[in-house]
């Protein structure tokens, strides 16, 4: 089974790996992204940083100077959805095809949420239907992170 750990930034990501690993863990860099992975029996693993919010939303360049865009045509458009890190989108891509599980291991809070999510989206226009599950804790302490 191969389980994907996305972390909200390098440190966690490092921190969490170094835990469950049990100081194992293997640093990779690739195409611009570092990542670590370690293996745990059966179970191989990568832990992912991400880099804060990985995903912006604007309106489209046409609604974008509002002196000249009626309003009530603003409210009724869709705003696009933009890659921040085209690199770490690609290796989010690269990594989901061969992944069993994803595990948002990011900040157990609204932010982290949202910042999970949207890798996780990522993920799943790859790999629809993948299991997902959420990491909870509130601590980087050992205890914490292997409950």
């Known amino acids: 089974m191969r389980r994907l750990l996305l972390?909200?930034?390098?440190?966690?990501?490092?921190?969490l790996a170094s835990i469950?690993?049990?100081?194992?863990?293997?640093?990779?860099?690739?195409d611009g992204v570092s990542y670590f992975t370690f293996?745990?029996?059966a179970?191989?693993?990568?832990?992912?940083?991400?880099a804060g919010h990985i995903v912006e939303l604007d309106y489209p360049e046409t609604h974008r100077d509002w002196k000249?865009?009626?309003?009530?045509?603003?409210?009724d458009t869709e705003p696009e959805r933009r890659e921040t890190s085209r690199a770490l989108h690609d290796a989010l891509r690269a990594?989901?095809?061969?992944v069993d599980e994803v595990v948002l291991a990011t900040d157990y809070d609204r932010?982290?949420?949202l910042i999970g999510v949207e890798a996780l989206e990522t993920v799943t226009s790859v790999r629809p239907g993948v299991r997902v599950q959420r990491a909870r804790f509130s601590a980087m302490t050992p205890w914490e992170i292997r409950r």
Do not use: H, N, Y
């Open 7 to 15: 972390a909200e930034k390098f440190s966690a990501a490092l921190r």
């Open 20 to 30: 469950l690993s049990e100081g194992t863990a293997k640093k990779v860099r690739a």
């Open 39 to 41: 293996s745990s029996g």
């Open 43 to 50: 179970l191989d693993v990568v832990v992912l940083p991400l």
């Open 68 to 75: 000249e865009v009626d309003l009530d045509g603003l409210v």
């Open 95 to 98: 990594i989901a095809p061969t």
């Open 111 to 113: 932010e982290g949420e």
